[in-house]
């Protein structure tokens, strides 16, 4: 989800200002973000719209939500004029300053991954960043840090950070320049995305499209691909065959219709072409008419194809 003072130094006031590499308390934990996971938010905070432009590859990348973080009192090129008493001075050099937000999160609960962004302030976030930690619970949440300077480090910054968040796992961060590109952003990106296998299925080598369930069964089953299962008819209304070991199961009772793909007894699936009724876990339904699934499984059996891309 990673000096001088000159006329530049109003800049890099912007752009930070801190050398230390250390971030004692972030966690490199497992790979967590999933991409087109809309339970992965984007948050950012940006004034001279760097961050923002970074942020706005991530969430294009994870195919995630997006949230500014903005500020009820805007920061204006004063306010942020290193070379002034400036409000970011003044609020950088003050512990308990916390800037209100104007806007606000409706529900942090649907959301399982944070991917963080803000600029680098004299070696540290700006102190609006924990107004917004400290106005959500981020309990057993994943916060993944990034920000942009000019030249510094992300330094203690998200060290810092995570004390306002101290429920959340937080995975170390990286941090990025003015001028970094959208495959830079993508690479680090790719060290946390835990890309979802995509499984297609086919019958009698029939491609064929199918809705999955987003369910535990579901996931395990991914792990067992590819799967080839030799089917057979039974009842008059579905083919069924063993995936040779158990998966986790949540079996109810339901009606079943034709398309409808399960798993039974944990360890054999399933797939109708007429309706019946007992009591199965739900993996997915085969998008197709009853007349094409009479036609394909109304047989004495099927080469039942499971494949993960």
């Not at 944070?114 to 400290?134: D, S």
């Not at 952003?185 to 491609?207: C, F, G, H, S």
Request: include cysteine; proline fraction near 3%.
């Amino acid at each position: 989800m990673k000096k001088i003072i000159s006329l530049l130094s109003s800049l890099l006031f912007l752009f930070g200002c801190s050398s230390q590499n250390s971030q004692s308390n972030t966690q490199a934990e497992e790979k967590t973000i999933q991409p087109g996971n809309k339970q992965t938010l984007v948050a950012y905070f940006s004034v001279t719209n760097h961050t923002e432009r970074i942020a706005n590859f991530a969430q294009e990348i994870l195919d995630s939500d997006l949230f500014e973080i903005v500020p009820k009192q805007e920061y204006t090129s004063e306010d942020i004029d290193y070379n002034s008493d400036c409000r970011a001075n003044r609020e950088q050099n003050d512990d308990t300053a916390r800037p209100e937000i104007l806007n606000h999160i409706q529900d942090i609960s649907q959301y399982d991954t944070i991917v963080l962004g803000y600029p680098i302030w004299w070696g540290q976030a700006p102190k609006i960043m924990y107004t917004f930690l400290e106005s959500y619970d981020f309990s057993n949440k994943t916060i993944l840090p990034f920000c942009t300077s000019g030249s510094s480090s992300m330094g203690s910054s998200a060290t810092n950070l995570s004390k306002s968040a101290p429920n959340a796992t937080w995975l170390e961060g990286k941090r990025f320049s003015a001028s970094s590109s959208k495959e830079e952003v993508q690479n680090w990106l790719e060290e946390y995305i835990n890309e979802e296998k995509e499984m297609k299925l086919e019958i009698d080598q029939k491609a064929l499209n199918v809705t999955w369930e987003d369910n535990d069964s579901v996931k395990a089953l991914k792990e067992l691909l590819p799967l080839n299962i030799n089917m057979h008819e039974y009842g008059g209304f579905e083919q069924t065959g063993s995936i040779g070991s158990s998966i986790t199961r949540n079996d109810t009772q339901m009606d079943v219709a034709p398309g409808d793909i399960v798993l039974y007894n944990g360890n054999a699936i399933s797939v109708f072409y007429s309706r019946s009724s007992w009591s199965y876990t739900r993996l997915g339904k085969i998008q197709a008419s009853e007349s094409e699934l009479n036609s394909l499984l109304n047989k004495s059996s099927v080469t039942f194809t499971l494949k993960g891309e």
